[in-house]
T-cell receptor, first 117, second 114 residues
Framework: GAVVSQHPSRVICKSGTSVKIECRSL??????MFWYRQFPKQSLMLMAT?????????EQGVEKDKFLINHASLTLSTLTVTSAHPEDSSFYIC?????????????FGEGSRLTVL | KQEVTQIPAALSVPEGENLVLNCSFT??????LQWFRQDPGKGLTSLLL?????REQTSGRLNASLDKSSGRSTLYIAASQPGDSATYLC?????????????FGKGITLSVRP
């Protein structure tokens, strides 16, 4: 199956700093990537839809200035948590759709555990 | 608004048992339905994808069925093993297309006892 790589897998940062998480599709092109957030023992909450070459579409209640998304190429999308606070601590997961397959099958990265001190 | 429900939230079975995980959704106008597995602290692994025109898909010991009209899907696991212990999530994509967003259920946490 298709591979989506997410980096870093774990990051600990101080309150007020910014953290960047990368999501790469390794063996396919992804015109669309999705960013999710997951709290302990909860399902995934969609944060935003990232489209290559255009602005991301954010879900209601997600601050676009807080969670900056850049989808600069067909294989890379980044999520930057700006001025992170302890309440931003969470598990962030990206996913990508293979643009050429046409099936709409979604592939996920391994997730990034963010801890803000 | 599409809602996806998975009941029960947790399930514990002895090794070797065949089991069925249920998923229901409120809007039958879907593009596809996908079953995932998530191990603790990990991302999601795609198990099976069923397009809206299909009724079932099989992979090894797994079989997923789809009944769009009733808004239901089931994931059948044959001869369960302790390694099958994980959280299983189903998700549906709206009929707006292959790049539309998924709506997830809350998942079923399965524990297979040796």
């Amino acid at each position: 199956g298709a591979v989506v790589s997410q980096h870093p897998s774990r990051v600990i940062c101080k309150s007020g700093t910014s953290v960047k998480i990368e999501c790469r599709s390794l063996d396919f092109q992804a015109t669309t990537m999705f960013w999710y957030r997951q709290f302990p023992k909860q399902s995934l909450m969609l944060m935003a839809t990232s489209n290559e070459g255009s602005k991301a579409t954010y879900e209601q209640g997600v601050e676009k200035d807080k969670f900056l998304i850049n989808h600069a190429s067909l294989t890379l999308s980044t999520l930057t948590v700006t001025s992170a606070h302890p309440e931003d601590s969470s598990f962030y997961i990206c996913s990508a759709v293979n643009a050429r397959s046409g099936t709409g099958e979604l592939f996920f990265g391994e997730g990034s555990r963010l801890t803000v001190l | 608004k599409q809602e996806v429900t998975q009941i029960p939230a947790a399930l514990s079975v002895p090794e070797g048992e065949n089991l069925v995980l249920n998923c229901s959704f409120t809007d039958s106008a879907i593009y596809n339905l996908q079953w995932f597995r998530q191990d603790p602290g990990k991302g999601l692994t795609s198990l099976l994808l069923i397009q809206s025109s299909q009724r079932e898909q099989t992979s090894g010991r797994l079989n997923a069925s789809l009944d769009k009209s009733s808004g239901r899907s089931t994931l059948y696991i044959a001869a369960s093993q302790p390694g099958d212990s994980a959280t299983y999530l189903c998700a549906v994509r709206l009929a707006t297309g292959a790049n539309s967003k998924l709506t997830f259920g809350k998942g079923i946490t399965l524990s297979v006892r040796p």
